[in-house]
């Protein structure tokens, strides 16, 4: 009899230790990821795929959305880390627990001149949605971006935040380069 009760209980431990587990899964669904072709897609889900803890990645090119369960916050936080690095930046909801890093460097203020690099741009739609990003940013007057170079020079007179939050909220992550 002791065994009839012992497996029963053996499988309730296992259930709620599984259970405990799934609860711990960080559900992670960022908006606004520069998107613009399906081979912006799929290096946004292979950029995830190679995170540790992150697993059931999906992408939707059309909706600009990627989705992705991590096994906990940290490493939800090292797959944002990790989209930055490759270029990439996208809305997490204005979850607390995990946030695209301001590693920019860049200093408000108005400029004539600011080179931005490191965004994500493989192609001519990359460029399209970089200009389509900085244009209604209040003095800027033009931009260097070609496709598959990842550092450009955008010039004006303009907010050098303001330029960097209009790529930001379009996808893109960048650095300001002295």
């Not at 209009?166 to 960048?174: I, Q, R, S, Y």
Request: charged share 25%; with cysteine; net charge positive.
């Amino acid at each position: 009899m002791t065994t009839r009760y012992t497996w029963p209980a053996a499988l309730a431990v296992l259930a709620v230790g599984t259970l405990s587990a799934a609860a711990a899964d960080t559900a992670v669904e960022l908006k606004s990821v520069h998107m613009c072709c399906g081979g912006c897609a799929k290096e946004v889900a292979k950029i995830l795929g190679k995170v540790e803890g992150v697993s059931a990645v999906s992408t939707d090119q059309e909706a600009g959305t990627a989705k992705f369960t991590a096994a906990d916050a940290k490493a939800a936080q090292k797959a944002l880390d990790a989209l930055a690095a490759g270029g990439f930046h996208g809305d997490p909801g204005g979850r607390p627990d995990i946030a695209f890093k301001d590693d920019s460097g860049v200093k408000p203020g108005k400029v004539k001149s600011l080179t931005v690099t490191g965004f994500h741009n493989s192609c001519g739609g990359c460029v399209k949605s970089f200009r389509e990003a900085i244009k209604d940013v209040k003095g800027v007057t033009g931009d260097t971006a070609k496709a598959k170079v990842t550092t450009a020079q955008v010039t004006g007179e303009f907010d050098a935040a303001e330029l960097v939050k209009a790529l930001n909220k379009a996808g893109f992550h960048v650095k300001v380069k002295d």
